[in-house]
């Protein structure tokens, strides 16, 4: 029993909540869905209610409430939050475990073996296109499936020229099938199919090349390589938690110690995801009522941002919500104090103007929820802050380097009159995050300080990319070893982007041209001239000396070199000899394992968010942060919402691209849209759903700001950020037009 001057605290404890934060603290048993709008406080309600419910329920370690989000920072940050609660109310911090759905899955399956077809010795791969293990999984198909892949290789219009069919085989084998593999795999097993549920779907679509068919013959042979190799993905996490609790006894033992579940973020997971938890959080008794559920889902299907890499899809949080409101256990909180009241208005404007303006076809990005200012007596601190200026600042300056002009005049304003005033300028891409750093120092120098997030991020594919160029110094002549290794140098900008597939085909004729050979445009020339520096350095340099050689080369900043000096260490340790083919062993099980540490690799966020500084990062890193003054460039149209793009190269296959028609046809098979869609049909939706994603994008950009919000789009704008000096006219986002002509006072000169 709860003394006297427990209830108190708890009174007390509810009392700092606003409305629809309090919903989720009166919570006492049964599902319930709560729809967040940004900036309403979500964690911190979440907190309240846990630790509520910890001292209502006096749960133990026997018996606890399970709290899950979709990052390792948020997790800890509401571990803390919690924790504080507790104390607050003088608990002991206990009773409550907060993890990721995957760190979850991985306690559950790790704890019986013999269940999940897990073990410890198990080593997590997360394996993307260029992945040694897909691309081991499409030679394994090409070969056993040789008349499909010449359907592929003749594609349409295909004269039978050797040097064109060399140039598609070396496109299917490093780009098209690798995509279509990474998309399918993670999308089937996150959505519970097998490789025969996709075989069975592909009979029923007028498919020429057979899409499905083609993903769940990759899908099987991934599957053989994970059990070969003894790897797990994240996906291979929940099916085999999801396995543990298929058992009676297992699960009911699992039931009895879990209370109740609740998730944040709930509009990222994925179906089997969400089959965890409501197993979890189920009566043994009555596991299908939504009364004997114990289960709590935090979300805001507004800020799905993922889904167009990640299975997670807004419509299943969605039919969550729906589900809930019958039942009369839907909250809403639509209360959100981060932002100034100019800030809310335009968010709330772009939210109905692009769900009027049908830009998604027949998706609906958003789902109707007005954010709405707090009360004048909320009891949280700094609430709605006062606006700088007039709050919203809307600009069209004449070209990309103007804007980044701008942005530092204004930053040094305002850190001049707040010096302890956060700023943040956020951007679509890597590249334009690299082109506003640069360019803000061009301008500026070491006045401003800038942190430029994805290059500290960078540090963590130094392992892969001194894989990639060693494996291309060990067998030069390889077509996939020598295209990996001119990636690399046009990621790190060391060479001209161009199209790489054409030099890959005659390897010996690319990098040793004979005095017959046709001269080579100036960008190949260069490429050559890099290739055959690596390779001279190869001849002269010990093996122990060419991770730091290659550093050099590839011009890493001070944090990288740390990293790659540390990576030469661990190798110097782990061989024997210093050949090249033992260090080559040794860095790809690095790299497969992906445990390597990179120097000062923390993962707090705070370091996005110190006062007084400039960070610039990308929308998609901004979810869950904000700053006082948050400034978003770059508007135009071919970037939000852009459009999907089909590679030049991979255009013989049709105007659409593989791995999307079969996410498309994947989604909605499981979503029960039958009959599933034709090619055609399938990539229509896949731009529908880029579409609206990409508006969501923006919606969680523009909401991240608390004092000022400065859009522009520039008149003259870059082509590809690959080569922001080639400046072309650039027509600006649709949002962008609409919010000047709603807000007039807002436009800047």
């Not at 404890?13 to 309090?22: I, Y």
Request: charged share 20%; glycine share 4%; net charge negative.
């Amino acid at each position: 029993m709860l003394t006297g001057s427990t209830n108190a605290s708890l009174d007390q404890l509810r009392d700092t909540l606003r409305p629809g934060q309090r919903e989720i603290a009166l919570w006492t048993s049964g599902a319930l869905a709560v729809s967040a709008v940004p900036g309403a406080g979500k964690s911190t309600g979440m907190a309240v209610a846990a630790a509520i419910a910890i001292a209502q329920q006096q749960l133990h370690a026997r018996r606890q409430l399970v709290v899950v989000t979709f990052t390792r920072s948020a997790a800890a940050n509401l571990k803390t939050k919690i924790r504080a609660n507790l104390k607050a109310l003088g608990l002991p911090p206990g009773g409550f475990v907060v993890q990721t759905l995957h760190g979850l899955a991985w306690s559950i399956a790790r704890a019986h073996p013999a269940l999940s077809g897990l073990n410890p010795d198990n080593v997590l791969v997360t394996p993307n296109q260029n992945h040694r293990l897909l691309r081991t999984c499409v030679e394994q198909w090409i070969s056993a499936n040789a008349r499909h892949y010449q359907t592929l290789l003749e594609g349409r219009q295909f004269d039978g020229e050797e040097t064109e069919r060399l140039r598609r085989q070396s496109v299917l084998r490093t780009e098209v099938l690798p995509a279509l593999a990474t998309t399918v795999i993670h999308e089937a097993k996150s959505s519970g199919l097998l490789p025969g549920d996709l075989r069975s779907q592909s009979n029923d679509i007028d498919d020429p090349y057979s899409v499905l068919t083609i993903a769940a013959g990759l899908y099987e042979f991934y599957q053989t390589q994970l059990r070969f190799r003894n790897l797990i993905d994240y996906d291979e996490m929940i099916l085999a938690a999801l396995r543990v609790l298929d058992d009676p006894q297992v699960r009911q033992s699992w039931q009895q110690q879990v209370f109740a579940v609740f998730e944040d973020e709930a509009q990222d997971s994925s179906p089997l995801q969400t089959r965890l938890l409501e197993i979890l959080a189920a009566d043994p008794a009555d596991p299908t009522s939504y009364d004997r559920i114990n289960l709590v889902r935090v979300g805001d299907p507004n800020q799905a941002i993922n889904s167009t890499f990640t299975p997670a899809d807004p419509i299943f949080f969605r039919e969550f919500c729906e589900a809930c409101r019958t039942q009369n256990r839907l909250a809403t909180m639509t209360q959100a104090g981060r932002s100034s009241r100019p800030i809310i208005e335009a968010a709330n404007f772009v939210l109905q103007w692009v769900n009027q303006s049908n830009l998604a076809g027949t998706e609906q990005p958003f789902r109707v929820q007005t954010i709405r200012p707090v009360a004048s007596n909320d009891p949280q601190p700094n609430a709605n802050p006062v606006p700088e200026g007039q709050g919203l600042e809307l600009y069209t300056p004449e070209d990309v380097y103007q804007t980044v002009e701008h942005i530092g005049q204004r930053v040094l304003q305002l850190l001049k009159q707040h010096p302890d005033g956060r700023a943040a300028v956020l951007v679509r891409t890597n590249d334009q995050g690299r082109f506003v750093a640069k360019e803000l120092y061009r301008w500026y120098g070491d006045t401003l300080p800038v942190y430029e997030v994805g290059q500290r991020d960078r540090q963590s594919h130094v392992p892969a990319e001194m894989l990639t160029l060693l494996q291309f110094l060990d067998r030069p002549h390889s077509p996939d070893y020598l295209k990996a290794a001119l990636t690399v140098l046009v990621t790190r900008k060391r060479i001209p982007t161009q199209d790489l597939n054409a030099l890959v085909s005659f390897p010996e004729q690319f990098l040793y041209p004979g005095p017959l050979d046709p001269v080579q445009p100036e960008a190949v020339v260069e490429a050559r001239r890099y290739c055959n520096s690596l390779l001279n350095a190869r001849l002269q340099l010990p093996p122990a000396q060419l991770i730091p050689f290659l550093a050099l080369t590839l011009d890493y900043e001070q944090t990288e070199l740390a990293t790659a000096d540390k990576l030469t260490e661990r190798l110097a340790q782990q061989t024997e000899n210093n050949a090249l083919s033992a260090i080559l062993g040794i860095l790809s099980e690095i790299v497969a394992s992906e445990q390597f540490e990179p120097v000062d690799a923390d993962d707090t966020e705070e370091r996005y968010t110190r006062p007084g500084q400039l960070t610039v990062i990308t929308m998609h890193k901004a979810k869950g942060l904000d700053w006082d003054y948050v400034f978003i460039p770059f508007l135009h149209e071919q970037t939000i919402p852009g459009s999907q793009w089909v590679p030049p190269q991979a255009q013989f296959l049709g105007d659409f691209t593989l791995a999307e028609v079969a996410r498309a046809q994947i989604r909605a098979s499981l979503h029960s849209q039958f009959p599933l869609p034709s090619l055609a049909s399938a990539w229509e939706r896949a731009k529908n759903l880029k579409t609206a994603e990409e508006f969501r994008l923006l919606y969680v950009a523009m909401t991240r700001a608390k004092r000022l919000l400065w859009l522009s789009a520039a008149r003259k704008a870059p082509f590809t950020w690959n080569k922001p000096e080639n400046l072309q006219d650039r027509e600006p986002c649709p949002v962008l037009p609409a919010l000047m002509e709603r807000f007039p006072t807002s436009v800047m000169t």
